[in-house]
């Protein structure tokens, strides 16, 4: 095996990264996208979920969000939405 320096590993590495995203569809993007947020965002405290959220989006976003997860039709209607935004741009 050819030993590479940090320079060659990270061009490799950019390489693989673009070849497989290239070969991807936009299913399987939207797919390893969300499940990689999710992983990320489940290591989060509370907390840092929150400053996350607020951060990627804002404060007003993050307070919506708790209020969908705590009332029982908002949840309906968001999960409701968010399949069809979902089959949309994956068809």
């Known amino acids: 095996m050819t030993q590479l320096n940090s320079s060659q590993k990270d061009e490799l590495i950019e390489q ?3 070849l497989l995203v290239d070969s991807m569809s936009m299913k399987d993007l ?3 996208v969300s499940e990689d947020l999710t992983n990320f965002c489940e290591k989060l405290t509370d907390s840092e979920l929150k400053d996350e959220i607020s951060l990627t989006l804002d404060d ?3 307070d ?4 969908n997860v705590t009332s029982e039709i908002t949840v ?3 999960n409701s939405v968010h399949d069809q935004i979902h089959k949309e741009a994956v068809t």
Do not use: A, F, G, Q
Not at 64 to 67: F, K, N, P, T
């Open 16 to 18: 693989y990264v673009d």
């Open 30 to 32: 939207i797919s390893y």
């Open 60 to 62: 007003e976003i993050y």
């Open 64 to 67: 919506e969000l708790v209020d």
């Open 76 to 78: 309906v209607n968001y």
